[in-house]
Structures are given as structure tokens and as C-alpha cells.
């Protein structure tokens, strides 16, 4: 999995980075297209971009989802653990896996209906409203990103039965920044 271990990160800062450009665009656009320059005036209204929105809003739910296995992987995914943590160790492992498998099979099903629901949408002709992209490519963020999901599920559970860890999160690290500090003392 050397491979896979940070491709939420490479696709959440891609997916960040192209919303963040979308968006700056249109409003230098809309902005610009306002200014009473006569030629550049006629040039910016004969732009459209009414497809901004769209394509920002399709571009953030793709981040949602891998967002979603980021979190899972790195053990800042959202879990309600109030009660397991009262529970004896060997009661709360037996809770802890049966959550994360629970999640694994949960998302799975998730990633197969989606993909079910991808072919059958890619043999019609759908396509979006602002954008008409064929409407299989902006649905197939639910499957892709839900196999992703199952995928970080396995992997906690088995690191979690090998080792008895749960990834933790510390707000306070941000991954590189010791490693840079320690190289600029050197």
C-alpha cells in the first residue's frame, strides 16, 4: 500500500487547488466584466461562465469523499466512542473491530451500489445541466471514493488486530515540518 499512502492527500490538494482556480476566475470575471473598459468590456462578456458553479460544486463533493477515507486512515474520521472507552480492553478491541468492519462492509455496499448505478447512468445519454458532462462522471465520485473508504476501513482493522492501534490524529504536526527543521540544523 506504499503507493496508495497518500493518494487522498494528492487528490484533495488537486481537487482544493482547482475549486480554489474556478472559483478565483469567475469572480475576477464577474468583477472584470463590470469595469467600463470598453474593449476588454466586450471581450469578458463573450466568456460564459455560468459552468463555475457547477463544475466547484462537483469538484468539492469528489473532495468530500476522499476526504471521508483520508479521514478514516488517519483516525480524524468522526466516530462516537464515548462508550467503548468505558468498556473493558477486551470488550471494547471486540467493539472497536466490529466498528471498523461494520464501516468496511457499510461503505462497500455503498461502493457497489454506486457502481451499479455509474453503468447504468453511462448507458443513457444524462449529462449535467451547466456543463453537460456526461452525469456517470460526476456520480462516479460515490463508488470510487466509498471502495477507497472500505479499503482505509481494512486497513485500521488489520493494523488494529496485528498491532491493537487505531491511528491517532495530533493537530499540533504537520507532517514535514520536523523533518525540514531537523535538515536546516544540520
Known amino acids: 500500500m506504499k503507493i496508495l499512502d497518500h493518494l487522498e492527500e494528492w487528490l484533495i490538494a488537486f481537487l482544493m487547488a482547482a475549486a480554489t482556480l474556478v472559483i478565483f476566475f469567475a469572480v475576477v470575471h464577474r468583477y472584470a466584466s463590470g469595469l467600463a473598459i470598453p474593449v476588454l468590456q466586450d471581450l469578458l462578456l463573450r466568456i460564459n461562465t455560468s459552468?463555475?458553479?457547477e463544475l466547484t460544486?462537483?469538484?468539492?463533493?469528489?473532495?468530500?469523499?476522499?476526504?471521508?477515507?483520508?479521514?478514516?486512515?488517519?483516525?480524524?474520521?468522526?466516530g462516537v466512542d464515548v462508550l467503548v472507552n468505558r468498556l473493558p480492553t477486551p470488550t471494547q478491541r471486540r467493539f472497536i473491530l466490529f466498528g471498523l468492519l461494520a464501516g468496511a462492509l457499510f461503505t462497500g455496499v455503498i461502493a457497489g451500489l454506486g457502481a451499479e448505478f455509474v453503468l447504468e447512468r453511462s448507458a443513457t445519454s444524462s449529462t449535467s445541466e451547466v456543463m453537460e458532462v456526461p452525469i456517470w462522471v460526476v456520480y462516479l465520485a460515490i463508488p470510487l471514493g466509498s471502495a477507497l473508504m472500505c479499503a482505509r476501513f481494512l486497513q485500521v482493522a488489520w493494523q488494529f488486530v496485528r498491532g491493537g492501534e487505531l491511528p491517532t490524529h495530533d493537530p499540533a504536526h504537520v507532517d514535514g515540518l520536523d523533518d525540514e527543521a531537523v535538515e536546516s540544523k544540520s
Open 51 to 53: 459552468w463555475a458553479q
Open 57 to 78: 460544486i462537483y469538484l468539492f463533493v469528489w473532495m468530500a469523499k476522499f476526504g471521508a477515507a483520508y479521514g478514516v486512515r488517519t483516525g480524524i474520521h468522526v
